[in-house]
């Protein structure tokens, strides 16, 4: 593995352990909004990547682009590899979104006004650049579903991760 891989799977535990802390209340943490907080993340920091001009753009806002789709694919792809050589299965279709959202108690501006404090302090200390940022936060992402399959089975999990990048890569980030 090259330095710059090993960087982003260094940085992704990190991730994945600054997000259950974030995200922890009481001791607590709600596994829905802790997996799409997580993959929101990863689209946010992928957002930034595409040249799009959001800077005013207030953060939390939707923000439709032709690169989207790709865009998303690319951070599910991501994760579902992650996924797949950690031994976690996923379904060939997640559940449909109405019936996720439902399930995810904390938004797009809640998680990431919690994660993004606990996360760019990483960024820095891994020297990673939006790009990597968001595949490690994919990893994290999947390194989650994986770490929690006992409370929540890892096809949930991967829907709930899929719903948050989708969200994430189709909304504005606010300052990085």
């Known amino acids: 593995m090259d330095e710059s891989h090993q960087k982003t799977a260094e940085c992704a535990k990190a991730i994945a352990v600054a997000t259950v802390k974030a995200l922890s ?3 607590k943490v709600n596994l829905p909004s802790m997996i799409a907080g997580c993959a929101r993340l990863g689209g946010s920091y992928m957002v930034r990547t595409l040249g799009l001009q959001l800077t005013h753009v207030p953060e939390g806002q939707a923000v439709l682009h032709p690169s989207a789709e790709s865009a998303t694919a690319t951070l ?4 579902a590899s992650i996924l797949g050589s950690l031994g976690s299965g996923i379904p060939d279709h997640p559940p449909a979104f109405d019936e996720l959202r439902s ?7 809640k998680t990431q006004s919690l994660l993004r404090p606990a996360v ?4 820095a200390q891994f020297g990673l650049p939006d790009a990597q940022m968001a595949r490690a936060a ?5 390194i989650l579903v994986h770490q929690f399959a006992k409370y929540m089975e890892p096809g ?16 504005a980030p606010g300052a990085a």
């Open 156 to 171: 949930a999990g991967f829907g709930f991760a899929v719903y948050g990048f989708t969200e994430g890569v189709r909304t």
């Open 138 to 142: 994919s990893s994290a992402t999947a």
């Open 120 to 123: 760019a302090p990483l960024q």
């Open 103 to 109: 399930k995810i108690p904390m938004d797009y501006l």
């Open 76 to 79: 599910v792809n991501f994760c």
């Open 25 to 27: 209340i009481d001791g």
